[in-house]
């Protein structure tokens, strides 16, 4: 079963046996065609090369003391802040 056919909770145990199994072959070739080390080693650097780096998870708190303040945040979109609502409710409040 391939990797991007499993369920996603079984993805990183796949992954993790995959890469032993092939640290095993790999390491098999080597020590039968010891000739082939260096040609093995470069061919795995250029693969990691290839490869996307280390994801990283990103935490940021805001807070907003003022009064009437918001903090907002947004990743890969837009925030849109329709002002007329408030607007409208001010007026409202003042023709209290």
Do not use: C
């Amino acid at each position: 079963m391939a990797t991007r056919e499993a369920l996603p909770e079984w993805r990183d145990d796949i992954r993790t046996n995959l890469a032993r199994d092939w640290q095993v072959r790999l390491s098999d070739l080597v020590r039968r065609t010891p000739d082939l080390a260096e040609d093995v080693l470069t061919w795995v650097r250029e693969t990691e090369e290839r490869l996307p780096g280390a994801r990283q998870m990103l935490v940021q708190n805001v807070t907003a003391t003022a009064p009437g303040a918001v903090a907002q945040g947004v990743q890969h979109g837009t925030i849109v802040n329709h002002h007329y609502a408030s607007a409208a409710a001010d007026a409202a409040t003042e023709r209290s």
